[in-house]
């Protein structure tokens, strides 16, 4: 079974901390997502990667930076918490563009004091 | 990029009844697609189906179908004999950018 893994289930950070959010498959994908996911406003998507040391930003980058140096490796970087990214975040991977669902990871709630 | 609307924030419906949740997109591509995707109270995201532009039929999955309308640009999914299990919010990114709309909780009513 594909399995996507995300480094913590719940995190609390103060504000203007550094925050890693962490997301590995194990199944060889070469497509990886990370979304922010809030009451009434859905999956929003902030960065995705298609390939290693690649990455697109997606509707709401602000704020974020994220790094894919392994393949299975796919990380969200807050630079400087805000309360307003108190949010769940997921992370996602899929095989090449196509007809290939999404595998998600459990999700991180991340709470920024 | 394209416009996911899922224009229902919530439904209910009672158990062992059909129930059909809306999407409807906006596009000028020729080739695309859709999935719908499960997320209960959990937090995991289920993939449920998938529909292509160019298939020749509607996708069904078990108790799930898809009524695909190109014309009108809505691609609803369909639950038939709704279970209590049931109970999830439902989303329907598009294949092409992945992106999701704001989703639908369904309720399902004992």
């Known amino acids: 079974d594909v399995k996507v893994t995300q480094s913590s289930r719940y995190l609390v950070k103060r504000t203007g901390e550094k925050v890693f959010l962490e997301c590995v498959q194990d199944?060889?994908?070469?497509?990886m997502f990370w979304y922010r996911q809030d009451p009434g406003l859905g999956l929003r998507l902030i960065y995705f990667?298609?390939?290693?040391?690649?990455?697109e930003k997606g509707d709401i980058p602000e704020g974020y930076s994220v790094s894919r140096e392994k393949k299975e490796r796919f990380s969200l970087i807050l630079e400087s918490a805000s309360t307003n990214q108190t949010s769940m975040y997921l992370c996602?991977?899929?095989?090449?563009?196509?007809?290939?669902?999404?595998?998600f990871g459990p999700g991180t709630r991340l709470t920024v004091l | 990029a394209q416009k996911i609307t899922q224009t229902q924030p919530g439904m209910f419906v009672q158990e062992k009844e059909a129930v059909t949740l809306d999407c409807t997109y906006d596009?000028?591509?020729?080739?695309?697609?859709l999935f719908w995707y499960k997320q209960p109270s959990s937090g995991e995201m289920i993939f449920l189906i998938y529909?292509?532009?160019?298939?020749?039929q509607n996708a069904t999955e078990g108790r799930y179908s898809l009524n695909f309308q190109k014309a009108r640009k809505s691609a609803n999914l369909v639950i038939s004999a709704s279970q209590l299990g049931d109970s999830a919010m439902y989303f329907c990114?598009?294949?092409?950018?992945?992106?999701f709309g704001a989703g639908t909780r369904l309720t399902v009513k004992p």
């Open positions: 529909q292509g532009s160019y298939d020749e």
């Open positions: 990114p598009w294949r092409n950018d992945m992106r």
């Open positions: 596009t000028s591509d020729q080739s695309y697609g």
């Open positions: 990667s298609y390939d290693v040391k690649m990455k």
């Open positions: 996602a991977s899929s095989w090449t563009s196509g007809i290939d669902e999404q595998f």
């Open positions: 199944m060889d994908h070469e497509n």
